[in-house]
T-cell receptor, first 114, second 114 residues
């Protein structure tokens, strides 16, 4: 089955800096890659996703890149703010009409210091 | 629109007691997922349903765990008898159409078994 590795497990940055979180996946058939943000006491919330026919996607200060050949994808947050502090999860799945499960990475705790 | 609703938000009970967790998915979503989150193992998929039918329960840890979805707007996860190692945060998520569609998570039930 699919295996998703996520690094780093913790990341501390100063407000205004950029943050990068990286994930690798094992199943070359995976073609859907969402990123989730989990705040304390809340469930994971989707912040951005990318499909395998796209190499990069941006949404304001957040961007995700995908390298299918190397089987890795990354989350980039620019101009970080204290409210970006949370745990971030990457995930991978196969876009298929029948079955769908997400395989999650172990998460990255991002701390943005003012 | 209401998101995924889980109850109770917190549950503390003694070992050996029956525990029932409840979930109301987003209206119109035809997939429902139950996850368990712990520090050691991260987010684990326990079971998922499509159109109220269990599709894959291979993540259910033991026969003490059972899940049902009697209709499109309600699901339960039951643990009987509960054990201290079942302490975790349990999340329910729902999505449209399975593969390649984002899953929307509830805010979870924090379960503590004494």
């Amino acid at each position: 089955g699919e295996n998703v590795e996520q690094h780093p497990s913790t990341l501390s940055v100063q407000e205004g800096d950029s943050a990068v979180i990286k994930c690798t996946y094992s199943d070359s058939a995976s073609n859907y890659f969402p990123w989730y943000k989990q705040e304390l006491g809340k469930g994971p919330q989707l912040i951005i996703d990318i499909r395998s026919n796209v190499g990069e996607k941006k949404d304001q200060r957040i961007a995700v890149t995908l390298n299918k050949t190397a089987k890795h994808f990354s989350l980039h947050i620019t101009e970080t703010q204290p409210e970006d502090s949370a745990v971030y999860f990457c995930a991978a799945s196969i876009q298929d009409s029948g079955y769908s499960t997400l395989t999650f990475g172990k998460g990255t705790m991002l701390l943005v210091s003012p | 629109d209401a998101g995924v609703i889980q109850s109770p938000r917190h549950e503390v009970t003694e070992m050996g007691q029956e525990v029932t967790l409840r979930c109301k998915p987003i209206s119109g979503h035809d997939y429902l997922f139950w996850y368990r989150q712990t520090m050691m193992r991260g987010l684990e998929l326990l079971i998922y349903f499509n159109n109220n039918v269990p599709i894959d329960d291979s993540g259910m840890p033991e026969d003490r765990f059972s899940a049902k979805m009697p209709n499109a707007s309600f699901s339960t996860l039951k643990i009987q008898p509960s054990e201290p190692r079942d302490s975790a945060v349990y999340f329910c998520a729902s999505s449209f159409a399975g593969g390649g569609q984002p899953q929307h998570f509830g805010d979870g039930t924090r379960l503590s078994i004494l």
